[in-house]
C-alpha cells in the first residue's frame, strides 16, 4: 500500500493553512491553534481566565 502524501490535511482546512502562514509566519501553528482555542473558550466562558497575580511590586 502507498505512503499517504504529506500534504494531506487532518485538522486544518486550506483556509486555516493561509491564515496561518499570512498572519503568524514563522510560528508554530501548533501553538498559535492552542491560543486561539483558549481565547476562544474563555470568551465563550467554558474556561476560566488565567488569575493575574497581584502584589507588592
Do not use: W
Not at 493553512?17 to 470568551?43: K, M, N, S, T, W
Amino acid at each position: 500500500m502507498p505512503a499517504k502524501p504529506s500534504t494531506a490535511r487532518r485538522y486544518v482546512s486550506a483556509n486555516t493553512e493561509r491564515l496561518l502562514r499570512d498572519c503568524f509566519p514563522g510560528l508554530v501553528p501548533a501553538a498559535v491553534i492552542e491560543e486561539a482555542v483558549r481565547q476562544h473558550a474563555i470568551r465563550e466562558g467554558r474556561l476560566a481566565a488565567p488569575r493575574q497575580r497581584g502584589g507588592r511590586p
